[in-house]
């Protein structure tokens, strides 16, 4: 395991990506010490959901793992200045006084991630599905429109 960050892997959220508000977290990848109350465990692996950001010529395209989750448990909003803000929570199960757990490693806690989109987004035409586990974000973007080229007679 590397200790120094990848800035230059495939994920694109880092400091050098002028759209992603997220901030470089130096310990993310570090095995959690036991010592760590379980509530601070719980917040850190859920507070990283994944997310691809494609674009294509008609739009961006958001993708985000969240396993487990139902499409009320998970919100998508957008925000005046055009920020995509994608939030859920995944609740821990209940307890019964009469269950031994052997193992608890899923995740529980809440998530947040922001994305500053650009202008030619269409804020207002922003759509979500989730389909086995994967939140899809679709943001329409606008058509560039080419210069009118007009052609000028050349006179002697």
């Given at each position: ?39 601070a465990r719980e917040t850190s692996a859920v507070a990283n959901a994944r997310i691809d950001w494609k674009e294509t010529p008609e739009a ?62 269409k804020l207002e035409q922003v759509k979500a599905s989730m389909e086995n586990g994967v939140l899809t974000v679709t943001v329409p973007k ?15």
């Open positions: 395991m590397s200790l120094i960050p990848s800035f230059f892997g495939r994920r694109s959220s880092n400091v050098f990506d002028p759209f992603s508000l997220d901030v470089w977290d130096p310990f993310e990848g570090f095995p959690l010490s036991t010592n760590f109350p379980s509530s961006h395209l958001f993708k985000v793992d969240v396993p487990g989750l139902k499409k009320e448990e998970v919100k998508v909003e957008v925000e005046d200045g055009g920020i995509l803000q994608i939030s859920g929570e995944r609740s821990k199960e209940q307890e019964e006084k009469n269950d031994k757990w052997h193992r608890e490693e899923r995740s529980s806690g809440k998530f947040c991630r922001r994305f500053r989109l650009p202008e030619n987004a606008e058509e560039v429109k080419k210069p009118e080229v007009k052609a000028i007679d050349i006179s002697s």
